[in-house]
């Protein structure tokens, strides 16, 4: 059978230029064509079939064996062919791996990189925004004296040059309004700003500053050349750029003379009535001349006027080439509005009682402070103390037995809501917190039922179920037994005991201490009946003679018992034992015995009684061993019973 071997399913392109034709002369044979199927006929092969041609491979025949290079050559013609690349791919693998070389090579573009993205668009500026901002934040929090030593010479004197210039300007203001304010003018002027809805300080200011805005300058800062310049009506107006050029020269000669190299700025300067407003921004200053004396917010007037200018016209400023036309639509828009104009009149010395009027006023205001403080005061008095009477009263409620208080909360409309649980004995919510000393329409009560175990109303709930008559107490102890003492009939007793029992809260009910006053006479009268001896004659069951009378008085006693009982509500029920001797058979011992207690039931019977009986010959049970006649031992025997009426023993005779 051939044998095949595959020996390479590559091309040659990736071979170095010099070796490729050599590699592939030495690896096979030159009659193989790439990517051609070359195999074995199946009569050479056997039974193996042909390689498929898709699998681009070389199979040989088993004479053409030592054509095939060894495994050693193989590698050394892969090494041969690929050596370059396995090492750049070995470089650039050991260079991956190698962080500090990555760091390396990040840090040479880190800089152009950053650059390059931040003119893109604003995302670089959003993701480093949060760290810079905990850097600062970090930074504040462990360094800062060193911080506020950085930035106290910058902020420092804005800070003081924008306070003294508020302070100068409200004085300005206070002292104007002072004196017009409680003379007849100002109570005029007074009137003048109810009626018109002005504040009162404007109208005095209409009425008591002279002066006029007459000239506005918008100058170029690095330049020093006029960007836009607007007058007012009837105004004479000089060169512009004359004017811009002096204030420029001015201000440098102030600047190097007095500002000893600081970065200050002159922002006034005054020649008789005259006055030049300064205000300066990055790009541009302001100058205007005012004629007289400028109202304490002019300033502000200006350098907002100033800002909206170099907003609108930043782009224009920082590449201003000389051409002054993109400013004048805008300054023209926002600095006309500061020209502005303003007259005063002259005004008479304040009469004595005007001056007083402050005072008096000073004193009412004061008055009327404290009262409003005295009523508020009050009022929050008369609110604690209706607190603490709702508070009472619902802490009054919490201690009454049966009813649970679950909540009580204040509402918005000044009503308390209170939700409880409340026991069918217990006593209104409303009605105790009425007690309480509470008012009725100061809550909103909502109950729900429940079974209270409290003492006081389980006694409560026991007297309305058992109904105790006169002459019976009760009390309930700290184990929840009831304890009944007095006298009662017996019937309510037993019936006291069974409807007591069935509430909750009792566990036991003590009767040793309650008795009912016939109870006694029945008793007696049982122990007699009970205590009658009754003998017969041998075989007889009738009684001896002398005994006769004792069996009729017998019966007349349980009659009595049982009409005795009736009345008291209950039922007595009789059992009769008769006995005979131990003469004589077994059989006609019982038969004797029971005809003996037989003839008791008939003679009770015949008095009418109801009584339910019970019959039972005991024979000679209880006569002993010795088989001689004994009269004592042929005797009946009785046993009362009591029940209550309902539950009596009935009837039963056994023959």
Known sequence: MAEHAT??????ADAPEGNREEAAQNAVSSSFVPGAEQSLSPDEAGEEPAVPAATRTLTLSRQDAPLLPAEGDLAALRKLLFQREIDLLNRMQERLDNCLSNAHDVSEVIAEALVLR????????????PVVEKLYTTALRKKPREFTNVLFPLMGPAIRRSIAETFRSMLQSFNKSVEMAFSWKGLRWRFEALRTGKPFSEVVLLHTLLY?????FLIHSET???LTHISGEGVDTQDADMVSAMLTAIQDFVRDCFASGQEENLESMQFGEFTVMI??????YLACVVRGTPPADFRERLRIALELVSVECAEALASFNGDTAPFAAAAHRYLEDCLISRFMDEDKPLPFWVKCFPVLLLLGLAGGYGYWKYTAYQESLHAAAERARVENAIAHLRKEPGLMVVSAVPQEDGRWRIQCLRDEKARSPLAVLVEGKGEPDQFVLDSKPYVSYESAIVTKRIADRIAPPPGVDMYLDNEDTLHLAGTAPMDWILQAREDAMRLPGVKNVDLSAVTDPRMQELTDLIQSVEAISVEFPTGKDLPVEQDMPKLTNAVETLVDIEKLS???????SLTIYGHADAVGMDKRNYEISQARARTLAS????RGSSMPLTLYGMGAEYAGDVKVPDQSRRRIELRVHLARAGDAVP?????
């Open 279 to 284: 205000e300066k921004s990055a790009q541009a």
């Open 7 to 12: 020996v390479w399913d590559g091309s040659l």
């Open 603 to 606: 003679m009770l019977y015949a």
């Open 118 to 129: 931040a003119g893109k668009d604003e995302k670089l500026a959003r993701a480093l925004e």
């Open 212 to 216: 006029r805005v007459e000239q506005l």
């Open 566 to 572: 009736r009345k008291m509500g209950l039922a007595a």
């Open 224 to 226: 020093g050349l006029v």
């Open 651 to 655: 009837e039963v005779l056994k023959k």
